[in-house]
């Protein structure tokens, strides 16, 4: 794969659900591949389809929906080279850049104006021993941690990883249920039983759409 062109499974323009920016509109970049199979995986379509384009098409076709706020999620982003380029153009254009990546890639060559969405596998997601540990420490503090988990015992988990790495005292730490598998009152009680201090996401375009919509 070349450095001057993308894998794009799709783009378009929604409004962000996760995250610190959530319910703010947002412009979304999708591209195509990943190295993971997590068992919860809500994008498996972007696993294999999607359509070779250069960098400079999609951010023409970005810079039409008139928006600050940029993400390039996936899939995987980083697993294609190309993404650098793209990061970059994005952020000499003024926007504010968001990369979704399950840190099991090197993040040492994204830009460092980007802001890493760094998704640690929990253990229900079956993928927990894909972690790249020695990312935690290239993280920046504007770069936000989240865990997605399934039970109780990913809950727990994640805390020792939390207490471990001393991520609460350098970051935004985002805790999401598994959409269908453990209510979002259940995550919220355990985060108010542990004075945890964490922003529970809930996935918001999945209720304001349908969990099956694509392209919102």
Same mark, same amino acid.
């Given at each position: 794969m070349d450095k001057?062109?993308?894998?794009? #499974?799709?783009?378009?323009? $929604?409004?962000?659900?996760?995250?610190s920016y959530c319910g703010q509109p947002c412009a979304?970049?999708?591209? %195509?591949?990943? #190295?993971?199979?997590? $068992?919860?995986? @809500? %994008?498996?379509?972007?696993?294999?389809?999607? @359509?070779?384009?250069?960098?400079?098409?999609?951010?023409?076709?970005?810079?039409?929906?008139?928006? $600050? *706020?940029?993400?390039i999620t996936g899939g995987?982003?980083? *697993?294609?080279?190309?993404?650098h380029g793209l990061i970059s153009r994005f952020l000499t254009l003024g926007k504010t850049v968001l990369i979704e990546t399950s840190g099991s890639v090197d993040i040492s060559p994204v830009d460092a104006r980007a802001i890493l969405?760094? @998704?640690?596998?929990?253990?229900?997601?079956?993928?927990?021993?894909? #972690?790249?540990?020695? #990312?935690?420490? *290239?993280?920046?503090?504007? @770069?936000?941690v989240k865990f997605v988990v399934g039970s109780k015992e990913d809950y727990e988990w994640s805390k020792c990883i *939390?207490?471990?790495?001393?991520?609460?005292?350098?970051?935004?730490?985002l805790f999401s249920p598994v959409f269908g598998k453990i209510e979002p009152k259940e995550l919220a009680t355990w985060l108010l039983e542990d004075s945890l201090n964490a922003r529970l996401q809930i996935q918001l375009h999945k209720f304001l759409w349908t969990p099956q919509t694509r392209g919102v």
């Open positions: 001057e062109s993308l894998i794009v #499974n799709e783009i378009f323009f $929604s409004i962000q659900g996760e995250s979304f970049v999708r591209l %195509t591949a990943c #190295n993971l199979r997590c $068992s919860y995986c @809500d %994008t498996e379509y972007a696993f294999y389809e999607g @359509d070779k384009r250069s960098v400079q098409d999609v951010v023409a076709e970005i810079k039409k929906f008139r928006c $600050s *706020l940029v993400e995987e982003p980083l *697993l294609q080279p190309a993404v969405i760094y @998704d640690i596998k929990c253990p229900d997601s079956g993928m927990a021993d894909r #972690n790249r540990w020695e #990312n935690i420490g *290239l993280l920046k503090p504007i @770069d936000e *939390l207490e471990k790495y001393q991520l609460m005292n350098r970051h935004q730490v």
